[in-house]
């Protein structure tokens, strides 16, 4: 199939600027021009579901071109790829440990001002936030 940029946008909630962009620096490739416009195929389609898998992975766009340049020969670059996915995910099981964290602390100012909320509004002693579990 062929899809306008306008498509592409409304598929992966992207702005058409961050599509040509993505242009720009060569992440998709062979795009079509046509009189100014812009025209993609399935490959570009595989080509941003692979990349907005890579950025949810927190993987920076110039590992996510590097990751691609390698694919291009993978028998040759295969060591390369699986050390660059291996540090990645150590880094995003790093980035998700310290969101755990931060969510868990979330949740106790939700379960201390709800007891706080609680206390004024039956006009009873305040909680100690070390009593809050």
Same mark, same amino acid.
């Given at each position: 199939? &062929? $899809?306008? %940029?306008?498509?592409?946008?409304?598929?992966? !909630?992207?702005?058409? #600027?961050? %599509?040509? $962009? $993505?242009?720009? &620096?060569?992440?998709? =490739?062979?795009?079509?021009?046509? !009189? #100014?416009?812009? *025209?993609? !195929? /399935?490959?570009? %389609? /595989?080509?941003?579901?692979? &990349?907005?898998?890579?950025?949810?992975?927190?993987?920076?766009? /110039? /590992?996510?071109?590097? *990751?691609?340049?390698? =694919?291009?020969?993978?028998?040759?670059? #295969?060591?390369?790829?699986?050390?660059?996915?291996?540090?990645? @995910?150590?880094?995003?099981?790093?980035?998700?440990?310290?969101?755990?964290?931060?969510?868990?602390?979330?949740?106790?100012? %939700?379960? *201390?001002?709800?007891?706080? #909320? @609680?206390?004024?509004?039956?006009?009873?002693?305040?909680?100690?936030? !070390?009593?809050?579990?």
């Amino acid at each position: 199939m &062929i $899809y306008t %940029i306008t498509e592409l946008s409304k598929q992966f !909630n992207l702005p058409a #600027s961050t %599509i040509r $962009y $993505y242009e720009k &620096i060569g992440l998709l =490739e062979n795009v079509e021009h046509v !009189n #100014s416009r812009r *025209f993609y !195929n /399935d490959s570009h %389609i /595989d080509r941003l579901n692979a &990349i907005e898998c890579f950025k949810k992975a927190l993987l920076p766009l /110039d /590992d996510i071109k590097l *990751f691609f340049s390698y =694919e291009k020969d993978m028998e040759a670059n #295969s060591e390369k790829i699986l050390e660059m996915m291996k540090s990645q @995910e150590v880094r995003t099981q790093k980035s998700l440990e310290a969101l755990q964290t931060g969510l868990a602390h979330l949740q106790k100012k %939700i379960r *201390f001002y709800t007891l706080v #909320s @609680e206390a004024v509004k039956n006009k009873t002693p305040m909680p100690d936030w !070390n009593d809050v579990v």
